[in-house]
């Protein structure tokens, strides 16, 4: 089952739960690349949050710690934090790096899960 993350409407996925989760999934998922110690993971945390509640059960938005979980992220060479990459049908469709507006999130995870 996800784990309800004390922001709610985000998922967190972990290296033992990502292949579950997210690979396995029949959505879009989202997976947000984010650190405790990085300022614009925090900035763009609650859009992501109202984000999720937009997207409803057409997307899933999940968090995933990048110093708890650095497995997942070598994989994926995630380099920059924050990083969004978009998933369909277990594989990267899309990215974002950095902290970027609402609209812009938006428009750029719409286009990238097909919605």
Known sequence: MPQETSVSSLITVTDDTFAELVLASDRPVV???WAEWCPPCKMIEK?????????????????LNSDDNPQTTRRYGVM???????????QVVGSVVGSRPKL??????????GL
């Open 104 to 113: 812009h999130l938006r428009q750029s995870l719409t286009m990238h899960a």
């Open 47 to 63: 859009s992501l949050v109202e984000l999720a509640q937009e997207f409803g059960d057409r997307m899933v938005i999940a968090k």
């Open 80 to 90: 920059s934090l924050p990083t969004l990459l978009v998933f369909r049908g277990g």
């Open 31 to 33: 997976v947000d690349f």
